[in-house]
C-alpha cells in the first residue's frame, strides 16, 4: 500500500511514523509512505502558502495553487486516480470500519490542512472525502492523519506479525477483552485462574463475556446494532440493573 502526505510538516511524520511497529513495515515493504512539503510547490517568491480569506475573518487560509501543484507531483503520472482525503473537523468521523475499509485501498492521499483551512475549490477540485478523528479542533492536519496511517498501517497483512486484529476492540463491534501478563500476582491482584486452565474454549467463553461487560459499562451505545444471544442480553440487562442500584 502507498500513503503520500500533503503537508507544510512533513518532519513531523518521520518523527513519529518511521518507528516502532509502522517502520518496521515500511522497511518490510508492506507500506509505502511519502511526505510531500506543500511550501515546495508555492510559486511566490517568499514560498507563501496561504493568504487573507475573501468576506474577511480571523486567520489565513491556505491557497489551492501550492497544494493543486503539490498533488499532481504524484498524481500526474498514475493510470488512475488515488482517494485522496481531506483531515478535516467537518469530516465524517474516523473508526475501525473506516481504518479497515481503506487498508483495501492501494494508493490512498492524505490531505493536511493548516490555519483557518484550505481554500474550498482544492476541495471540490481534488479530495473524494474529508475524514475527522473526533468533534474537536486541532492546529493541524497533521496529528489527524498520522492516527489514520497508523489505524489503516496496521490492518495490512504481515504488519502486525503476532497480533490478532480481529478481536481487539472495535473489531467485532465490542470493546476488547482485560488483557494479563507474568506475574501471575501483583499487588495482590491475581490473574483470572480460567486464563491459566489452558482450555481454550473456556478462556474464548470468558473473553466474549468481559468484552459485553467493559462494552456496556463504557460504550453502551455500540450495543445497539449487535445481535446478541439471549444468555448474552441477560449479562447486559444484569450490567445495567447494577450501575441503577449505584
Not at 6 to 28: N, Y
Not at 46 to 67: N, Q, S
Not at 195 to 217: N, Y
Request: hydrophobic share 40%.
Amino acid at each position: 500500500m502507498r500513503i503520500d502526505v500533503l503537508t507544510l510538516f512533513p518532519d513531523m511524520f518521520e518523527a513519529v511514523l518511521l518507528e516502532s511497529v509502522i517502520g518496521r513495515a515500511v522497511k518490510a515493504g508492506h507500506l509505502k509512505l511519502n511526505f510531500i512539503n506543500i511550501r515546495d510547490y508555492s510559486t511566490d517568491k517568499h514560498k507563501r502558502v496561504d493568504d487573507y480569506p475573501y468576506g474577511a475573518g480571523g486567520g489565513m487560509v491556505m491557497a489551492p495553487e501550492p497544494i493543486y501543484n503539490a498533488y499532481m507531483s504524484i498524481a500526474r503520472n498514475l493510470s488512475e486516480k488515488p482517494r485522496v482525503i481531506y483531515m478535516s473537523p467537518r469530516g465524517l468521523v474516523f473508526n475501525q470500519k473506516t481504518a479497515s475499509v481503506l487498508a483495501t485501498l492501494s494508493h490512498i492521499v492524505l490531505l493536511c490542512g493548516h490555519y483557518e483551512g484550505v481554500d474550498e475549490r482544492i476541495l471540490e477540485e481534488i479530495v473524494d472525502e474529508e475524514i475527522s478523528i473526533g468533534d474537536y479542533v486541532l492546529t493541524g492536519g497533521e496529528i489527524p492523519a498520522m492516527a489514520v496511517i497508523d489505524a489503516v498501517a496496521r490492518m495490512l497483512p504481515g504488519v502486525i506479525q503476532n497480533g490478532n486484529t480481529k478481536t481487539e476492540s472495535h473489531a467485532n463491534g465490542l470493546l476488547e477483552y482485560p488483557q494479563y501478563t507474568r506475574p501471575p500476582k501483583f499487588f495482590e491482584r491475581e490473574v483470572p485462574p480460567l486464563l491459566l486452565s489452558g482450555h481454550d474454549a473456556k478462556i474464548a467463553a470468558w473473553r466474549r463475556e468481559q468484552s459485553l461487560i467493559t462494552t456496556a459499562k463504557n460504550r453502551p451505545d455500540m450495543l445497539l446494532n449487535l445481535e446478541l444471544s439471549e444468555q448474552e442480553k441477560e449479562i447486559i440487562n444484569k450490567i445495567k440493573n447494577l450501575e441503577k442500584r449505584q
